[in-house]
């Protein structure tokens, strides 16, 4: 289980997570919306401890990060450990062919030995759909297949959590649905997820708890059923109806 309680992030006087409350139970997807700035990214940053938080606390399963009092960089690598990120861009090394780019942090992390994460590497990339394109650099493949590749390689370090930053803000329209369909299946196999998207087809979907943010708070949560039937809150109604004009 993840559990954020009482968040809060600021940098200078800009206050960007404001008293942040969630649980994310083990094996459930819950799918985060909002405008532009609401904090949507820094609080996955700050779930991956990319962005250390100013207060509150971060726990998941029996590992608890408190920023009320010093977090070592020890503690902080070992928490990191249990989540896996997908960023909007693909990040990959350039250098690197696609089971390379997966291998790397079985290898370096972990101390995996080479043999043992490129076979763990390459189930990956099958998994993804991608077994025909191990040995393809980055270059040559197409946007949809470098996240895949994203998305194999978090998997790689076996995470707890899973997070998604918008991972297919960057795609063409006709890639989006590849990507979109891993995560299905992720989903499917119980793989705790936390995803910021506006892909709100992906959240109706697979969803089992949407939550919109506005002004670095939590403005209202529920079932994908009731948030996008009967949103309770004005704000939320103006939001969701601008999506689907």
Do not use: W
Not at 65 to 94: A, C, E, H, W
Not at 148 to 155: F, S
Not at 178 to 191: C, D, S
């Amino acid at each position: 289980m993840l559990s954020i309680n009482n968040l809060h992030k600021q940098f200078g006087d800009l206050v960007v997570l404001n008293g942040i409350d969630l649980k994310v139970e083990t094996g459930k997807v819950v799918v985060v919306i909002g405008p532009s700035g609401s904090g949507k990214t820094t609080l996955l940053r700050c779930l991956n401890v990319l962005e250390t938080p100013n207060q509150g606390e971060l726990q998941i399963n029996n590992q608890t990060l408190d920023f009320s009092t010093k977090v070592t960089k020890k503690n902080i690598q070992s928490f990191r450990k249990q989540t896996g990120m997908v960023f909007q861009t693909y990040n990959l090394f350039p250098h690197k062919t696609a089971i390379e780019n997966v291998m790397e942090g079985p290898v370096i992390v972990q101390n995996i030995k080479k043999q043992k994460a490129r076979e763990k590497a390459r189930q990956l990339l099958e998994k993804v759909g991608l077994g025909d394109k191990m040995d393809y650099y980055p270059f040559q493949l197409s946007g949809g297949q470098q996240q895949r590749v994203g998305i194999a390689r978090a998997l790689a370090m076996e995470p707890e959590v899973m997070l998604f930053d918008e991972p297919t803000s960057a795609l063409d329209p006709e890639l989006i649905g590849e990507v979109l369909q891993v995560m299905k299946e992720l989903a499917e196999e119980g793989m705790t997820m936390v995803v910021v998207t506006h892909e709100m087809g992906f959240a109706r979907d697979v969803a089992d708890e949407v939550i919109f943010m506005e002004g670095g708070h939590i403005v209202e949560h529920g079932h994908p059923s009731e948030m996008f039937s009967h949103p309770s809150n004005e704000r939320t109604k103006e939001f969701l109806n601008l999506l689907s004009e």
